[in-house]
């Protein structure tokens, strides 16, 4: 397990929807935003429960109008997942998604600066013990209303060194901000500090980490679509998470935000800042021994086995007898593929040789056995029975040595299927 930053702990919640703590140790959650209207009720709560089923631990929606923070009280009371309101410049809409029932409110320093207001704001939360997430964009850290200022802040950014004067105005407001919350005795906090940038990404979050201890929610804003996304988000994120900084993540994408929950989920995954649900898939990237349409297979078995397992289950799918068995050796569920054929074991245990059309079924009916006798007590994950015996690569796979010794003879072997 990685070390973890040491921060307040921050509950968000209710009985009916469970309670998520954010930092003081408890596991990085996962969180994601509604892409639709929120004052269209009944796609928002279907979008929600999208959100919820792929995994998301928390759910922000947006409440520009105040049609939308009028349909939170029944939003609320058809999901079951916490729910944060997305507040800027209208202070009032976080007083009314507070009345509403909403379980967490993110101000935007950049846009609700108003001592009074949000003073207010703060007053209400402290009421109902509702938490806020003071989000600092890079966006919107400039003073966009107050020209001279502007200049004067654009000025300094861009004088010397981008990341170095962007990260002190970040710093500094943030801290002006908190002073605000400080003077009502506030501290149900949680901060994120986003950019578009990966690396001022990095020193923000690192230079917030150092001087207050309140509990990370990370992010990159504006990252994009997926295909590209995914790197500018990951690199970043998993950086500081590696590092032990970060309590709760959004990654958000030009796309369906379930892809956010997917690939936030997958990244702490492979951090071992989560436990794994579902099956974990290795797959080899083929090359020219190939001789089954490994692609198509990997696609296949990805989809089937998040319907049906449920346990962290490793599945290899190996294109040949080359690389298979040094990489099936630590999965629970193997296959290796030959010549339109391929050989499955469970735990080392060779069970099956079957042609290509039936490796996907045959191979989803050994991991949902294998499903079963976990649960049953009858077997254990990550337990290997016996060591991985490659298959005789010409009379089982009919493939593999054949080729090999094909490629050393100009004699072509016969084929022996
Ligand atoms: S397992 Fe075989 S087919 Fe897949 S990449 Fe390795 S050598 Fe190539």
């Known amino acids: ?151 004067k802040e654009l000025g300094g950014v861009f004088s010397n060194q981008k990341h ?35 690396l001022l990404v990095i020193d923000a979050y690192k230079a917030i980490s150092e001087r207050f201890d309140y509990p990370l929610h990370l992010g990159v804003t504006h990252a994009g679509p997926r295909e590209t996304g995914t790197i500018r988000s990951v690199v970043p994120l998993g950086h500081l998470l590696a590092d032990g900084i970060g309590d709760s993540i959004r990654i958000s994408y030009a796309s369906d935000p379930v892809y956010e929950v997917q690939d936030g989920l997958e990244m702490l995954y492979c951090l071992g800042l989560r436990t794994r649900v579902g099956a974990e898939l290795i797959a080899c990237p083929t090359c020219g021994r190939i001789q089954v349409d490994l692609y198509k297979l990997v696609q296949d078995v990805r989809r089937e086995l998040a319907k049906d397992i449920h346990l962290p289950i490793k599945v290899a799918v190996m294109g040949c007898v080359v690389n298979g068995p040094g990489e099936c050796e630590g999965a629970d569920i193997a296959i290796f593929a030959g010549d339109r054929r391929g050989i499955i074991y469970v735990q080392g245990e060779k069970v099956a040789n079957v042609p290509e059309e039936n490796i996907l079924e045959a191979l989803l009916n050994e991991c949902r056995a294998f499903q079963a006798k976990v649960q049953d007590g009858q077997a254990k994950l990550g337990e290997k029975k016996v060591d991985v015996l490659p298959p005789d690569p010409i009379g089982e796979l009919g493939s593999g040595w054949e080729k090999i010794q094909r490629g050393k003879s100009s004699v072509p072997l016969p084929v022996t299927r």
Not at 45 to 71: F, H, M, N, W, Y
Not at 95 to 123: F, M, T, W, Y
Not at 167 to 189: C, P, R, S
């Open 164 to 198: 170095g004067h962007f990260l002190a105005i970040m710093v500094t407001k943030l801290e002006e901000y908190l002073e605000i919350f400080h003077e009502e005795d506030f501290h149900d906090i949680v901060i994120s500090a986003k950019s578009i940038d990966p």
């Open 1 to 151: 397990m990685l070390p973890r930053r040491k921060t307040r702990a921050v509950t968000l919640g209710d009985d009916r929807v469970g309670r998520i703590t954010i930092g003081g140790g408890a596991p990085v959650s996962v969180q994601s935003m509604t892409s639709g209207y929120t004052h269209d009720i009944d796609a928002c709560v279907a979008e929600i429960q999208k959100l919820s089923t792929a995994g998301a631990d928390i759910v922000r929606v947006a409440v520009p109008e105040k049609k939308d923070t009028a349909a939170l009280r029944e939003i609320i009371a058809r999901v079951n997942v916490p729910i944060v309101a997305d507040v800027h410049f209208h202070f009032q809409r976080a007083l009314e998604a507070i009345d509403a029932g909403v379980h967490k409110i993110r101000l935007n320093p950049g846009n609700i600066s108003d001592r009074a207001q949000v003073k207010e704001v703060i007053q209400a939360c402290k009421a109902r013990r509702i938490p806020i997430r003071i989000g600092v964009n890079e966006g919107s850290i400039v003073e966009r209303r107050d020209k001279q200022k502007r200049l």
